[in-house]
């Protein structure tokens, strides 16, 4: 039960955060989603930084599932990122909604490979 009172309060942070990103005064005309696009690339390099350094130094695991499951889990936003690429393909934006899909999958799994190089090279 422990556990899931620290993913909890993870997630109340990742949330929170994620929430106060929303007040950014980030819309561009063309519809780019950028809010989203930056949680989501910021996420991937929080996790990437949080796994790195759990694999180098051994983080206390309640530590690592507080930021991974819960900040983390909380912060991103799939589900958003996908009703967006939605609507934007909807909207007749399919450009945008393919340079968003590719910019979004491709700078995650960048960011995470960065966080771990940074870690690697303390």
């Known amino acids: 039960m422990i556990k899931c009172l620290i993913v909890g309060a993870g997630g ?11 007040f950014m005064p980030l819309d561009p005309r063309n519809g780019f989603p950028v809010k989203t696009f930056l949680i989501n690339v910021i996420g991937c ?7 790195a350094f759990s694999e180098r130094n051994g983080l206390k695991p309640d530590l690592v599932l507080f930021i991974k499951v819960g900040i983390c889990g909380g912060f991103t936003t799939f589900s958003s990122f996908a009703l967006e690429t939605e609507g934007l393909i909807g909207r007749g934006q399919a ?22 190089r940074i870690v690697a090279g303390i």
């Open 45 to 51: 390099f929080i996790i990437g930084l949080i796994a």
């Open 95 to 116: 450009g945008i909604a393919l340079i968003y899909m590719l910019l979004s999958v491709v700078s995650g799994v960048l960011l995470v490979f960065a966080a771990e």
């Open 12 to 22: 109340a942070v990742g949330a929170i955060a994620r929430y106060l990103i929303g």
